[in-house]
């Protein structure tokens, strides 16, 4: 009994065992068969980009998404400025208002409470998901929600930020209206049909549309979306948030203005050298704070569970700290804009900048950890002017409001840990380019600092503490740098369809009790040909060697449909066929009208890949050396050998 083998064309690259994959140690290089011209070796079929034309479908929706999501945000903006009149005024007013204009002290204390308790009663009648400052929640519904969010969510979740920033809370609006812009683009994704990586670009278009709305800082508001909600970066999911980005920028001009959120640095074109080594000791500075505000929430947070009552009413003990460090500092209360622009102009005193970095941070921390809403950034940016501030009151003077906003940036860099984001939004808020060196410095410094100490930021500490983990680390997959003409085994074995299940159960059998062939044996996919050599189907070693001896039925019939993959595919695409078909080993056929079998490609060729990855990672080695290389000398019989 013999089988008919098909011999596939030699491969240096391929191992010269079945199933054995190279070492990892060495590199794989592109495969390239002998005689082959370097034309044969094009691959026309890949591209940078996986680009399908729904993408155009999709980046149409957002236009509608980042129009509804600039209207929202602009309504929450005046919706704010009501509710703070209201509490604090005593006025039914849409104008400009703080709590610091009160002229009832008393109200400091009050109406947070009154807020929190309010906002208690929502989340526990209405939806628990208002609870939080916006961000995680967003996180989590793309996480292991598929992107969907309750309608409910979508008009609570504003409403609870507003009572809670309106009546006091030290909080800032993007983290609600990033939630509500989400909630938006995915209420209009569940009444289409969509996959869940469309469903997930338009909940993120919303979320960053939101946000562009909030500050007029659409750019920003894009890196946003890419480090922190995305969790990639392709044109599927690129283009629908630059577009809602975009249109959010454009109908927010007319209802709240084109001109920067806050401005006045002045910052000049040529900065003394000294100023730029004194950044790093800025960014280390607000890399500490970012790491002693984030263990300042969860420290409350932690508090706030061990209590003995429910958590509805947690928000009215929240508001009950902040009230009490309004009796302080009234102006750390509300968004607190104003505070921030003078901040920045350099018009701050010595109090509030003291007022502001100490109590703001405390009020802020503390009642965010009882589930009230509200965002982190405006608080940051709060935080982070009355810290450089105050570090102008030793460095030395570049411009009023300059170490303010370098140190600004650093803040977001540490508590986001999204350093981009942090320069390119104020680089948005202020539109001092002369300050972008100060602020990469800064804003990189106290990144290295926050991911050097601490495991998690303040948006993803409270995911993992759902069971969940998020890893911020974007590289490209190893298996999509690796073609499967790289490390194919040779399908040595094959047999006819017309040669019977039991004469080659018997073959095997025997190839076993006699240990040989080795190759027959070390196969366990076997390619089904027909009498005119095309491919019929695959049988498995495992099926045959099960068999019934006697079993006459032909291995056409035996034989299942071959799930197959071409010489020229990414080892990725062959796992995502892998997992679709529920199988561990793919046969190799050739791109031709009458496909020929030439390998075969299993899961550990696949592990093959990562082991390089990780070979690449972990493995130091030095390539280049200035030191000379000796040459040794072999002595025979008492003198040097003739070279």
């Keep these: ?50 680009v399908q034309p729904r993408v155009l479908l999709i980046s149409a929706l957002a236009v509608p998404i980042g129009a509804i999501a600039a209207l929202v945000a602009a309504g929450l903006l005046k919706l704010i400025a009501l509710i703070t009149n209201l509490s604090f005024l005593g006025r039914l007013a849409f104008g400009t208002a703080t709590p610091a204009d009160t002229t009832h002290r008393w109200l400091l204390l009050i109406m947070p409470v009154a807020g929190g308790l309010i906002i208690g009663i929502m989340a526990r009648y209405g939806s628990e998901k208002i609870r939080g400052h916006g961000m995680p929640e967003a996180i989590e519904s793309i996480l292991v929600g598929g992107s969907r969010v309750q309608p409910r969510v979508a008009a609570l979740k504003p409403a609870s930020a507003a009572i809670s920033i309106g009546t006091g809370g030290p909080f800032g609006a993007e983290g609600p209206i990033i939630m509500t812009g989400g909630a938006i683009g995915s209420l209009l994704a569940q009444f289409l049909r969509v996959t869940t990586d469309e469903r997930k670009a338009l909940l993120v278009a919303g979320s960053a549309a939101g946000m562009a709305a909030t500050f007029n800082a659409p750019l920003a508001s894009i890196l946003l979306a890419v480090e922190l909600l995305l969790f990639e970066w392709r044109p599927r999911s690129y283009l629908p948030v630059a577009v809602a980005a975009v249109t959010a920028t454009l109908v927010r001009g007319p209802l709240l203005g084109t001109k920067p959120l806050f401005g006045g640095a002045h910052v000049p074109s040529h900065i003394d050298l000294p100023a730029y080594g004194l950044c790093l000791v800025s960014g280390a500075a607000a890399g500490l704070l970012a790491l002693a505000a984030t263990a300042l929430v969860y420290f409350s947070e932690d508090t706030f569970a061990k209590l003995r009552i429910h958590w509805m009413w947690w928000p009215a003990i929240g508001g009950l700290i902040i009230g009490v460090g309004g009796l302080f500092e009234p102006r750390a209360l509300g968004v607190g804009y104003d505070v921030i622009d003078q ?301």
């Design 1 to 50: 009994m013999s089988s008919s083998t098909a011999a596939p064309p030699s491969q240096p690259d391929a191992p010269s065992q079945p199933e054995t994959p190279p070492a990892p140690a060495a590199p794989v290089a592109p495969a390239r068969r002998a005689g082959a011209h370097l034309s044969e070796l094009k691959i026309p079929h890949l591209g940078d980009f996986h």
């Design 343 to 643: 901040l920045l102009t350099g018009h701050a005193t010595v109090g509030l900048i003291v007022g502001i970095l100490v109590v703001k941070t405390l009020i802020w921390g503390l009642s965010l950890g009882s589930g009230t809403s509200g965002g982190v950034l405006a608080p940051m940016f709060m935080v982070g002017g009355a810290l450089g501030a105050a570090e102008s009151l030793v460095f030395p003077h570049v411009s009023p409001g300059f170490w303010a906003l370098v140190s600004l940036a650093g803040v977001l860099g540490g508590v986001m840990r999204s350093p981009l984001t942090g320069i390119v939004f104020c680089l948005e808020l202020t539109h001092e380019m002369n300050a972008l060196i100060p602020m990469v410095i800064t804003a990189s410094a106290a990144y290295l600092l926050s991911v050097v100490l601490l495991k998690r930021s303040v948006l993803t500490e409270k995911i993992a503490r759902r069971g969940l983990h998020l890893t911020r680390e974007y590289s490209v997959d190893p298996l999509e740098l690796h073609l499967v003409r790289q490390l194919e085994t040779p399908a040595g074995v094959t047999f006819r369809s017309d040669r019977t299940g039991g004469e080659i159960t018997a073959l095997l059998r025997a190839a076993h009790d006699a240990g040989d062939p080795e190759e027959l044996l070390a196969q366990r996919l076997y390619p089904v040909l027909g009498t005119d050599g095309s491919l019929v189907g695959v049988v498995t070693r495992g099926t045959l060697v099960h068999g019934d001896p006697a079993d006459t039925t032909p291995l056409g019939e035996l034989a299942t449909p071959a799930v197959t993959a071409y010489p020229d595919e990414t080892l990725r695409l062959l796992a995502n066929r892998m997992a679709e078909h529920e199988v561990t080993r793919l046969l190799v056929v050739t791109r031709e009208e009458q496909p020929r079998v030439e390998g075969i490609i299993s899961l550990r060729h696949l592990l093959t890949a990562r082991r390089i990855d990780v070979h690449e990672e972990h493995h130091a080695e030095r390539v280049l050396s200035l030191r000379r290389k000796r040459t040794a000398t072999v002595v025979v019989a008492g003198g040097p050998a003739g070279g």
